[in-house]
C-alpha cells in the first residue's frame, strides 16, 4: 500500500507563489509516474503535471513556464513550485501516483486527499 498527504495549499494573491508538497509513505519502492492533478468544482480532474522515476516531465500547456515539478527521491516526496499564479489557477491540487503491483502484474492508481488552492485578490 501506498498513501500520499499533500500540503502547502492556501490563499495567495496574483503573481504570487506557492510549492505544494506530497509526502508518500508505505511501498515507496513500488512507485513510478508521480503527477499533480488539479480539480474545480464541476469541472473534471486535469493533469498539472507529472514526472517519471527517471526525471522526465510533462506539464499542461496552461502551467508551462510557471509551474515546476520535481521529486525528492531520498526524502520520498514530490514537489509542486508555482510562480505568477493566477487566479484561473485556483481549483484543489491532487497528488497521484502510479504503484506497480506484483500481485496483479499492474499499475495501480493511488490519490491524495487534496489540497486547496486560492488565488486571489
Known amino acids: 500500500q501506498v498513501q500520499l498527504v499533500e500540503s502547502g495549499g492556501g490563499l495567495v494573491q496574483p503573481g504570487g507563489s506557492l510549492t505544494l508538497s506530497c509526502a508518500a509513505s508505505?511501498?515507496?519502492?513500488?512507485?513510478?509516474?508521480m503527477a499533480w492533478y488539479r480539480q474545480v468544482l464541476g469541472k473534471e480532474r486535469e493533469l498539472v503535471a507529472s514526472?517519471?522515476?527517471?526525471?522526465?516531465?510533462n506539464y499542461a500547456n496552461s502551467v508551462k513556464g510557471r509551474f515546476t515539478i520535481s521529486r525528492d527521491f531520498a526524502k520520498n516526496t514530490l514537489f509542486l513550485q508555482m510562480n505568477s499564479l493566477k487566479p484561473e489557477d485556483t481549483a484543489d491540487y491532487y497528488c497521484?501516483?502510479?504503484?506497480?503491483?506484483?500481485?496483479?502484474?499492474?499499475?495501480?492508481?493511488?490519490w491524495g486527499q487534496g489540497t486547496l488552492v486560492t488565488v486571489s485578490s
Open positions: 514526472i517519471t522515476t527517471e526525471g522526465g516531465t
Open positions: 497521484h501516483a502510479l504503484r506497480f503491483s506484483p500481485r496483479l502484474r499492474q499499475n495501480l492508481e493511488v
Open positions: 508505505g511501498s515507496i519502492f513500488s512507485i513510478n509516474t
